[in-house]
């Protein structure tokens, strides 16, 4: 299993930016897929979005174009940029991690994101 180290969580009101930082134990190059979850009160954990070894990145409709992955090959990190954050975005946001298509999936331990109206 991948080690994950999710921060940077926090308040914000409506409208506000925040960057959560995912640190990876693993070399993230030989990671085949890093990406972010994120489970609301109540609610199913869901994917917010993931980029894979070769470029490919997807995200949650809800999200796309307010929420960017980036990573940091020499840091070893991942990162989400969330942009015009709104209230339904309040929730554990959760580092995720497939070292490969056939790996069980690695979690971080969570990070709590809240946006006031």
């Known amino acids: 299993q991948v080690q994950l180290t999710e921060s940077g969580g926090g308040f914000v009101q409506a409208g506000g930016s925040l960057r959560l930082s995912c640190e990876v134990s693993?070399?993230?190059?030989?990671?085949?897929?890093l990406g972010w979850y994120r489970q609301a009160l109540g609610k199913q954990r869901e994917s917010v979005g993931f980029v894979t070894r070769n470029g490919n990145s997807k995200y949650e409709s809800s999200v796309e174009g307010r929420f960017t992955i980036s990573r940091d090959y020499a840091e070893n990190k991942v990162y989400l940029h969330m942009n015009d954050l709104k209230p339904d975005d309040t929730a554990v946001y959760y580092c995720?991690?497939?070292?490969?298509?056939?790996?069980?999936?690695?979690w971080g331990q969570g990070t709590q994101v809240t946006v006031s109206s």
């Open positions: 693993e070399n993230i190059f030989n990671i085949w897929s």
């Open positions: 995720t991690a497939l070292r490969s298509l056939a790996s069980a999936r690695s």
